[in-house]
């Protein structure tokens, strides 16, 4: 008996810290992101990670001395994508891009959080929350 108890004891630990540890790893919108630093960049996507927790979209820009600066933007899940109707390969390394978004608090990186990508002929895609309380509340799909 007692040998079951303490298989049940080590097993409930071991499901509990296989979720905590995921968990810990994702962070509060309003902890990384200023959603009051709006920034809006347009260049040329380099990668995109269709990953979870969030999905990433690389994008180069040149800036106003010619020199190019590699951009990060943290989106929705993929999944939050798939929901809103956009496919995988809805964007691509060397489409042209605009982004707008929020800056990284840490305004030594070049990383925001994106809510809106434009395609150079124009079309639109939500790829991330309207603002911060809509991220911390995981209304739009993605948190």
């Known amino acids: 008996m007692a040998r079951k108890v303490f298989g049940l004891i080590i097993g ?19 902890a990384a992101f200023d959603a009051n630093a709006l920034v809006t960049v347009q260049g040329v996507i380099t990668e995109v ?8 979209f690389m994008i180069d820009v040149t800036d106003a001395n ?4 590699h951009w990060e933007f943290e989106g929705q899940t993929p999944t ?3 929901r809103s109707g956009l496919r995988p390969n809805f964007v691509k390394p060397g489409d042209k891009v605009t982004i707008k978004g929020c800056r990284a ?32 509340s995981g209304q739009s799909g993605g948190n």
């Open 105 to 136: 608090r840490d305004m030594t990186k070049n990383i925001g959080a994106a809510r809106e990508l434009v395609l150079a002929d124009g079309r639109s895609f939500i790829i991330g929350p309207k603002n911060a309380e809509e991220q911390s």
């Open 12 to 30: 409930a630990s071991l499901g509990i810290a296989a979720t905590v540890v995921p968990a810990r790893a994702h962070h509060a919108f309003a």
């Open 66 to 69: 010619g020199q190019v600066v």
């Open 49 to 56: 990670k269709l990953v979870n927790p969030h999905s990433w």
């Open 80 to 82: 939050g994508l798939m």
